[in-house]
C-alpha cells in the first residue's frame, strides 16, 4: 500500500516570528556574559572559535535582510523543506562571513543589537509572503523565518557544549518548530510508512518504505528527545552513539535511522 499522502506542515507567522527573537534575545543575555577566554575557546563546528560561532548566529537574521535587497522573485519554485538539503552548497561562505564579522565587530553585544534591529524592521516592512531567493529556491518569507528558529536553536546547542555551564535556555515555540522541520525533512528524505519516529512532545510522522502501519502500535518505533533529535539530524552526534548512550529508543527491522542521518550539516 502506498504511503498516505502528507499534509504540509504550516507555521504560524506572528509565533515563529516571537519565537526567534526570544531565541536570539536568549543567545544575546549568555553573550553578554561571556569572557575574553571563553570567546577564544573552540567550538565543535571545525575551526571556529566561540566568538566567530557567535558572529555566525547573529548572521541567521542577517540573512534576511540580504535576502530581501535582492530582487524578488517572479514566482515560488522552492518548499520549505527543501532548505535542510541546500545550505550545504553554501557553507564555504558562510564560514568566511562568519570569520570575517568576527574581525569586523569586536563588540559583539552591540553587534547583535542591530542585527536584531535590522530583522525587526525588515518583518516590519514586508509580508510574509513576500518571496525571497534562497538556496532552496524561492521561499515566501514567513517559510524563511521559521528556518531562522532551526538555526538559532541548533547553534544555540553549539555554545552551550562549547562553554560548560552556559546553559542558554530555548524557547519552547523556536525548539518546536526546529524539531518538527527536520522530522519532516526525514520522512521527505525517507518517504513511507513504515516506521514511526515519535519525538515528544513537539512531532511524531511516518517514514521508511515497507508496510505501513495503519492501527495498534506501530512495528518500527524510534522515540528521541527533541534535543537529541536536533543533534542526530545535523550530525552533532551519530545514530550508533546516541543508540549506545540510550538516547534513542529504536525497536524494528526498519527502525535504524542511520542510513538517513544526518540532514542538515
Given at each position: 500500500?502506498?504511503?498516505?499522502?502528507?499534509?504540509?506542515?504550516?507555521?504560524?507567522?506572528?509565533?515563529?516570528?516571537?519565537?526567534?527573537?526570544?531565541?536570539?534575545?536568549?543567545?544575546?543575555?549568555?553573550?553578554?556574559?561571556?569572557?575574553?577566554?571563553?570567546?577564544?575557546?573552540?567550538?565543535?563546528?571545525?575551526?571556529?572559535?566561540?566568538?566567530?560561532?557567535?558572529?555566525?548566529?547573529?548572521?541567521?537574521?542577517?540573512?534576511?535582510?540580504?535576502?530581501?535587497?535582492?530582487?524578488?522573485?517572479?514566482?515560488?519554485?522552492?518548499?520549505?523543506?527543501?532548505?535542510?538539503?541546500?545550505?550545504?552548497?553554501?557553507?564555504?561562505?558562510?564560514?568566511?562571513?562568519?570569520?570575517?564579522?568576527?574581525?569586523?565587530?569586536?563588540?559583539?553585544?552591540?553587534?547583535?543589537?542591530?542585527?536584531?534591529?535590522?530583522?525587526?524592521?525588515?518583518?516590519?516592512?514586508?509580508?510574509?509572503?513576500?518571496?525571497?531567493?534562497?538556496?532552496?529556491?524561492?521561499?515566501?518569507?514567513?517559510?524563511?523565518?521559521?528556518?531562522?528558529?532551526?538555526?538559532?536553536?541548533?547553534?544555540?546547542?553549539?555554545?552551550?557544549?562549547?562553554?560548560?555551564?552556559?546553559?542558554?535556555?530555548?524557547?519552547?515555540?523556536?525548539?518546536?518548530?526546529?524539531?518538527?522541520?527536520?522530522?519532516?525533512?526525514?520522512?521527505?528524505k525517507a518517504p513511507g510508512g513504515s516506521t514511526e519516529v515519535r519525538i515528544p512532545p513537539y512531532a511524531v510522522v511516518q517514514c521508511v518504505e515497507g508496510p505501513r502501519?495503519?492501527?495498534?502500535?506501530?512495528?518500527?518505533?524510534?522515540?528521541?528527545?527533541?534535543?537529541?533529535?536536533?543533534?542526530?539530524?545535523?550530525g552533532r552526534t551519530s545514530w550508533q552513539e546516541a543508540v549506545t548512550d540510550a538516547k534513542v529508543s529504536?525497536?524494528?527491522?526498519?527502525?535504524?535511522?542511520?542510513?538517513?542521518?544526518?540532514?542538515?550539516?
Amino acid at each position: 500500500m502506498p504511503p498516505a499522502k502528507r499534509r504540509t506542515r504550516s507555521y504560524d507567522p506572528a509565533r515563529t516570528r516571537a519565537a526567534v527573537l526570544a531565541q536570539f534575545g536568549n543567545v544575546r543575555a549568555a553573550v553578554r556574559t561571556l569572557t575574553a577566554e571563553q570567546l577564544a575557546a573552540p567550538t565543535r563546528l571545525g575551526d571556529w572559535t566561540v566568538r566567530e560561532l557567535v558572529a555566525h548566529i547573529g548572521m541567521a537574521l542577517t540573512a534576511v535582510d540580504r535576502l530581501l535587497a535582492e530582487p524578488e522573485p517572479a514566482r515560488q519554485d522552492g518548499r520549505l523543506l527543501d532548505w535542510p538539503f541546500a545550505i550545504a552548497a553554501d557553507a564555504d561562505a558562510i564560514a568566511a562571513t562568519a570569520c570575517r564579522l568576527a574581525a569586523e565587530h569586536p563588540d559583539l553585544d552591540a553587534h547583535l543589537a542591530d542585527v536584531e534591529r535590522r530583522f525587526t524592521d525588515r518583518l516590519d516592512a514586508h509580508p510574509g509572503v513576500r518571496l525571497l531567493p534562497t538556496s532552496a529556491g524561492a521561499l515566501p518569507l514567513a517559510d524563511y523565518v521559521v528556518t531562522r528558529a532551526v538555526e538559532l536553536v541548533v547553534h544555540t546547542d553549539d555554545l552551550n557544549a562549547a562553554v560548560p555551564g552556559l546553559d542558554i535556555p530555548y524557547d519552547r515555540q523556536a525548539l518546536a518548530a526546529c524539531t518538527r522541520l527536520l522530522a519532516d525533512a526525514l520522512a521527505a528524505k525517507a518517504p513511507g510508512g513504515s516506521t514511526e519516529v515519535r519525538i515528544p512532545p513537539y512531532a511524531v510522522v511516518q517514514c521508511v518504505e515497507g508496510p505501513r502501519h495503519t492501527r495498534g502500535t506501530p512495528p518500527n518505533v524510534v522515540e528521541t528527545d527533541s534535543l537529541t533529535w536536533i543533534r542526530l539530524a545535523t550530525g552533532r552526534t551519530s545514530w550508533q552513539e546516541a543508540v549506545t548512550d540510550a538516547k534513542v529508543s529504536a525497536g524494528g527491522e526498519r527502525a535504524d535511522l542511520g542510513p538517513y542521518l544526518p540532514l542538515l550539516r
